[in-house]
C-alpha cells in the first residue's frame, strides 16, 4: 500500500481547503488496498457505486484492524466511529504532519488546482 504517497496528497488538498479531493484520495487508499487483498466486497461495491458516505464508513473496520497493528492512532479510530468526516480528515493532516511527509504535487494536482475544481 502507497500509505505516504496517499498521506502526502491529502495533505496537498488539505492545504488547498479541498475536501473532495481529500475524499477521493481516501478512495485510492481503499483501491490500494484491494492490491493487497484487503478491501471488503462492500468496499468495493460502493467505489463502484461512488457513494462517498459509505466508502467512508466501510474505511472505519480496516482503522480498527489496524489500530491493532498500531497503525492508525485511537483518536481516528474515535471519529471514525462516530462518522465525523471533519474531524478524521483533521486527524489525517496531523498525522501527516507528525510524519514529515513531503512529496512533490503530482501532474494530477496540478490538473486539479489550475481548473480550481472544488469538486
Known amino acids: 500500500m502507497k500509505r505516504k ?8 488538498w488539505l492545504k488547498m481547503e479541498n475536501v473532495q479531493n481529500v475524499i477521493a484520495d481516501l478512495k485510492e487508499l481503499a483501491v490500494s488496498q484491494m492490491e493487497t487483498r484487503r478491501v471488503t466486497a462492500k468496499q468495493l461495491f460502493w467505489l463502484k457505486m461512488g457513494n462517498v ?31 465525523n468526516v471533519q474531524n478524521v480528515i483533521a486527524d489525517l493532516k496531523v498525522l501527516a504532519v507528525s510524519q514529515m511527509v513531503t512529496r512533490r504535487v503530482t501532474a494530477k494536482q496540478l490538473f ?8
Open 5 to 12: 504517497h496517499v498521506i502526502a496528497k491529502q495533505v496537498f
Open 53 to 83: 458516505q459509505n466508502v467512508i464508513a466501510d474505511l472505519t473496520e480496516p482503522a480498527v484492524s489496524k489500530m491493532k497493528r498500531k497503525h492508525v492512532i485511537a483518536k481516528q479510530v474515535f471519529w471514525l466511529k462516530m462518522e
Open 112 to 119: 486539479w488546482l489550475k481548473m480550481g475544481n472544488v469538486q
